[in-house]
């Protein structure tokens, strides 16, 4: 018994030019692109490869992050949350809002910890001028699935002492956005009260890499490849399609807040983020999907057009938190 093909679209080698339309920052994003996470990784029992891995990569993201956020006019005070780490991040002179963004890193589920969590938990509040924890989860090849969720629940569960649930946006980027997903249904699995709303941007919400654009924007997407590796290695065994790994495949009719994504049409997760979108809005949740043209993995961060997304985020969070009584 064979295998039935798979029927195929065939595309021969093209150049794909850049838009004309696009900022000068956001046309040297998609040409000189921030970081390569799209790599030859180690076998899987490799640990000390996948130490060595990690060093490398974390040391050109320490660059990149840190220079552009160590003089942030921020406070950051270190926290316990439960057992699980957080950076408590505040920017200098803003009113107190009430609210919380409970941020959840990214970096491919192996990357980000320690100094790069605070530098991008730091990034993250000057964005949108609000107060952040930044939770310092635990990642592979030490820890796997599910270490880096108990963390995150954990924490969510410490913001839950100090705040009431509809005042408090769970947020996440990439392998942040999955993780900031799976940390929901978790917690609505377990009977906590949910959040008042959740922010993903460029979700890694299908570990299984079925989407889409996984095939039409490999190589359209300067910055991010497959990372199925990456992804066996977190999942240590367990099936890719359940929820607390691929988010995807949850069943949203049992709940879910209010959620913003955004993706951009060169994104390799742009397929993750549109299949949310309309899985969020067909079991009825409140649901935004905003799409930057040409944008790739990441977004134009400090473009214009990046600035647009961040204007949207923070009107998103204004709204959640204005209908709490924040």
Known sequence: MT???????????????LPAHLSPAAQATLTTPMLDLGQVYPAPDDTAGWHAHIAATESAMRELILGSTAQLPVDIVERDAHGAQVFDITPQGIPDSGGLILEIHGGALILGA???????????????????????????PAHPFPAALDDCLAAYRAALDTLPAEKI??????????????????????????????????????????????ATNLGIDPILGLLMPVNLLYAAGH?????YLSPLFADFTKGFPPT???????????????RLHRALRAAGIRAELHVLEAGAHLGFPGAPEGQEIERELRRFVAEIWSEAGA
């Open 169 to 214: 946006i769970v947020s996440g980027g990439s392998a942040g956005g999955n993780l900031a997903a799976a940390l929901v249904l978790r917690a609505r699995d377990e009977g906590l009260p949910l959040p008042g709303g959740v922010i993903l941007r460029t979700p890694e919400v299908d570990l299984t890499e079925s989407g889409d654009s996984f």
């Open 3 to 17: 295998d039935t093909p798979v029927p195929k679209t065939h595309v021969g080698a093209r150049d794909i030019p």
């Open 260 to 274: 913003i994504l955004t993706t951009g049409t060169r994104d390799l997760y742009l397929s993750n983020t549109v």
């Open 114 to 140: 320690g100094e790069l969590c605070r530098g991008m938990g730091a990034g993250t509040a000057f964005q949108m001028q609000a107060r952040v924890w930044a939770v310092d989860y635990r990642m592979p």
């Open 239 to 243: 099936d890719l399609t359940h929820p």
